[in-house]
């Protein structure tokens, strides 16, 4: 456990932001999961509805540092793929 005044504040800004960091992920990979679950089952503007609500939060991750803007530019271009393809 943290002695110093400064490493307490550390440990409490660093909880806050695992917490902010953790929610960001969890929600963008379930949007995510969304697109591949529409994409699965066949249908194309249920695909792409879903699609439009993932990509803005897939590049707000990257925007605030959650995952790296190689890694959304990569899942958002494979998600675009998949829902081109279906139908």
């Known amino acids: 456990m943290a002695n110093h005044k400064s490493a307490l504040k550390r440990n409490r800004q660093a909880a806050v932001r695992n917490a902010r ?3 960001i992920r969890s929600t963008m990979r379930s949007l995510v999961k969304m697109v591949r679950v529409a994409a699965a089952s066949g249908n194309q503007e249920e695909a792409k509805t879903a699609l ?7 590049d707000k991750a990257a925007t605030k540092g959650v995952i790296h803007k190689a890694t959304a530019s990569r899942k958002i271009s494979r998600l675009v793929k998949l829902v081109n393809t279906v139908g």
């Open 21 to 23: 960091n953790t929610h």
């Open 52 to 58: 439009d609500r993932a990509v803005p939060y897939i």
